[in-house]
C-alpha cells in the first residue's frame, strides 16, 4: 500500500515539475517574441533590402515604397532621418532610414512621463533580427535622438 502512495507522489512531483518546465519556456518565448504586428513589416524591409542591393545604399525614405503605403492605412508610422521630433511611443512603428542603413522601432511600453524611458522592439539592417531594448530619451529640446540599449544580448 505504501509503494502504491510513494508512486502516486512521484508521479504527481514529475506532472508539476513538467507542467512548471512548460509555463517556464511559454514566459521565456513570450517575453522574447515581438508583437505580431512586427511582421506586417517583412515586405517594407524586403523593400528597403532590394533597394540596397540595387544601388549600393539604402533610401533617405521610405515613404514612397508601395509597401510602406500599404501598412501606412493599417498602422500609425513615423518616418524620419535618425532623429525623432516626436514622441516615438505615440506611433505603431518608427522606421528611421538614411544612406548607411536604418532602424525600426516597436513602443512595447507607454513611457514613464518624468524620465521618458520605455521598452521598445528594434530592427536594424546591421543585425536583421528584433531586438527588446529601452529607450531613454532626454528631457530638453524638442528634437531628440534615440539612446536605444537592449535589455538582453
Given at each position: 500500500?505504501?509503494?502504491?502512495?510513494?508512486?502516486?507522489?512521484?508521479?504527481?512531483?514529475?506532472?508539476?515539475?513538467?507542467?512548471?518546465?512548460?509555463?517556464?519556456?511559454?514566459?521565456?518565448?513570450?517575453?522574447?517574441?515581438?508583437?505580431?504586428?512586427?511582421?506586417?513589416?517583412?515586405?517594407?524591409?524586403?523593400?528597403?533590402?532590394?533597394?540596397?542591393?540595387?544601388?549600393?545604399?539604402?533610401?533617405?525614405?521610405?515613404t514612397?515604397?508601395?509597401?510602406?503605403t500599404?501598412?501606412?492605412?493599417?498602422?500609425r508610422?513615423y518616418?524620419?532621418?535618425?532623429?525623432?521630433?516626436?514622441?516615438?511611443?505615440?506611433?505603431?512603428?518608427?522606421?528611421?532610414?538614411?544612406?548607411?542603413?536604418?532602424?525600426?522601432?516597436?513602443?512595447a511600453?507607454?513611457?514613464?512621463r518624468?524620465?521618458?524611458n520605455f521598452?521598445?522592439?528594434?530592427?536594424?539592417?546591421?543585425?536583421?533580427?528584433?531586438?527588446?531594448?529601452?529607450?531613454?530619451?532626454p528631457?530638453?529640446?524638442?528634437?531628440?535622438?534615440?539612446?536605444?540599449?537592449?535589455?538582453?544580448?
Amino acid at each position: 500500500m505504501q509503494l502504491t502512495e510513494t508512486r502516486r507522489s512521484i508521479l504527481l512531483i514529475l506532472v508539476c515539475m513538467a507542467i512548471g518546465v512548460s509555463i517556464g519556456i511559454c514566459a521565456i518565448i513570450w517575453l522574447h517574441t515581438p508583437p505580431a504586428k512586427a511582421y506586417q513589416l517583412r515586405p517594407l524591409i524586403k523593400e528597403i533590402e532590394t533597394y540596397n542591393a540595387n544601388n549600393g545604399e539604402y533610401p533617405t525614405s521610405c515613404t514612397n515604397f508601395s509597401s510602406f503605403t500599404k501598412i501606412s492605412k493599417q498602422f500609425r508610422i513615423y518616418s524620419g532621418r535618425g532623429i525623432i521630433d516626436a514622441e516615438i511611443e505615440n506611433y505603431d512603428f518608427t522606421i528611421l532610414v538614411n544612406p548607411e542603413g536604418y532602424e525600426i522601432f516597436l513602443p512595447a511600453t507607454v513611457s514613464d512621463r518624468l524620465s521618458l524611458n520605455f521598452v521598445a522592439w528594434r530592427f536594424d539592417s546591421g543585425s536583421h533580427h528584433w531586438r527588446k531594448g529601452r529607450i531613454r530619451a532626454p528631457l530638453w529640446g524638442s528634437n531628440w535622438g534615440i539612446n536605444w540599449k537592449p535589455s538582453f544580448p
